[in-house]
């Protein structure tokens, strides 16, 4: 089935995203997409002195309009993400819609993004947004999907429990920087991807220089088998591939760890 990552440049006019949002929804679907994932932060500008002026309720104006594109392109859709307000908290939220319109799950961003290095990025999600708490799958009649948000990559533990679930796919709206991006972002999707054998997704905003947070784009896709299959630049762009099952069912066949884990030794297991 063919996948399309809508790596969209998000600007301060929320209205404007996302109607960008829904024409490249349109566009990907035209060219056979049948799961179309757009970027974190699609609908706002990225920053803990954005999320509360652009959050909204889940339903609400954002959500509806992903859920009627889904179902007038009759397509999976993950909607990235939107600062979500609920009962006076805030999250950073990830939404998924079917074919006929309908929310399939909703993510709330598990690990908040709080780092800080020296002399190059400081950035504290925790000032204003709380974690979500959490595992967030959703079926289509290719394969499972599970969902990260961004920061949640970094945790092995969580790709792990999809696997271990049934996922084949897992995708990650995300939005990296220039310090982290070119350090990590490739590495811990292949790392996710090879540890699981599953496909990665992850879907950047495109590069705004002039932005105060700066994404670092290349939203990428890679195989089981570890390798980058599908890659974007740093521009608004959308990004096609075709994910193969039958590559995965041989990569499990060949070389097939999650037959062979030792868990007698060892586990990771997912706490209710």
């Known amino acids: 089935f063919r996948?399309?990552?809508?790596?969209?440049?998000?600007?301060?006019?929320?209205?404007?995203?996302?109607?960008?949002?829904?024409?490249?929804?349109?566009?990907?679907?035209?060219?056979?997409?049948?799961?179309?994932?757009?970027?974190e932060c699609f609908n706002s500008p990225y920053g803990t002195q954005y999320f509360k002026e652009y959050a909204e309720k889940i339903?609400?104006?954002?959500?509806?309009?992903?859920?009627?594109?889904?179902?007038?392109?009759?397509?999976?859709?993950?909607?990235?993400?939107?600062?979500?307000?609920?009962?006076?908290?805030?999250?950073?939220?990830?939404?998924?819609?079917?074919?006929?319109?309908?929310m399939l799950a909703k993510h709330r961003k598990v690990h908040l993004f709080d780092i800080d290095i020296p002399g190059k990025i400081q950035f504290k999600e925790s000032e204003t947004l709380s974690p979500g708490n959490s595992f967030s799958m959703f079926d289509t009649p290719f394969c499972k999907v599970g969902l990260g948000i961004c920061y949640?990559?970094?945790?092995?533990?969580?790709?792990?429990?999809?696997?271990?679930?049934?996922?084949q796919l897992l995708i990650y709206p995300g939005a990296f920087n220039?310090?982290?991006?070119?350090?990590?972002?490739?590495?811990?999707?292949?790392?996710?991807?090879?540890?699981?054998?599953?496909?990665?997704?992850t879907v950047s905003p495109a590069r705004d220089e002039k932005a105060s947070y700066v994404?670092?784009?290349?939203s990428t896709v890679v195989n089981p088998w570890g390798e980058v299959i599908a890659k974007a630049g740093a521009e608004e762009t959308v990004v096609y591939t075709d994910i193969d099952l039958k590559k995965l069912a041989e990569i499990?066949?060949?070389?097939?760890?999650?037959?062979?884990?030792?868990?007698?030794?060892?586990?990771?297991?997912?706490?209710?």
């Not at 399309?4 to 209205?15: C, D, F, M, P, Y």
């Not at 945790?155 to 999809?162: K, L, R, S, V």
């Not at 994404?215 to 290349?218: E, K, V």
């Not at 499990?252 to 209710?272: A, F, N």
């Open 3 to 39: 996948l399309a990552l809508i790596q969209l440049h998000v600007s301060a006019v929320k209205s404007d995203n996302l109607q960008r949002a829904c024409e490249l929804v349109r566009e990907a679907s035209a060219k056979g997409a049948k799961l179309v994932a757009l970027p």
């Open 59 to 102: 339903p609400g104006d954002s959500t509806q309009k992903l859920s009627e594109v889904a179902k007038e392109c009759s397509i999976y859709l993950v909607g990235g993400s939107i600062p979500e307000e609920d009962g006076g908290k805030l999250y950073n939220t990830c939404t998924v819609f079917g074919p006929d319109g309908a």
């Open 152 to 167: 949640d990559i970094r945790f092995a533990e969580m790709a792990q429990i999809y696997g271990q679930k049934g996922c």
């Open 178 to 201: 220039l310090t982290t991006g070119p350090a990590h972002w490739e590495l811990l999707q292949r790392g996710r991807a090879v540890d699981n054998q599953v496909y990665v997704a």
């Open 215 to 218: 994404a670092w784009g290349h």
């Open 252 to 272: 499990r066949q060949q070389i097939p760890i999650l037959r062979q884990k030792r868990c007698d030794l060892y586990g990771v297991e997912m706490k209710e």
